[in-house]
């Protein structure tokens, strides 16, 4: 699981997606959850402006699991 530090009290799944490098630009999450399934805390979420907190676990099959610290 690789950790993925934010220095804000959350971030936007989209967001998280380029902070994580699953995508190349903000501009491809809208595009990218439309395509892949996401699993936050293990229900599937596609809504590019949900809220992640520390202690969150996205998961993206094909990608890869993560944690929000």
Do not use: C
Not at 8 to 31: R, S
Not at 32 to 48: A, G, K, M, T
């Amino acid at each position: 699981m690789k950790e993925i530090k934010i220095d804000t009290d959350y971030i936007t799944l989209g967001q998280f997606l380029k902070l994580a490098e699953v995508i190349q630009t903000g501009g491809m999450a809208k595009w990218f959850l439309s395509e892949y399934p996401v699993f936050i805390n293990d229900e599937q979420d596609q809504r590019r402006g949900r809220k992640l907190y520390s202690g969150d676990k996205v998961n993206i099959p094909e990608f890869g699991s993560f944690i929000v610290m």
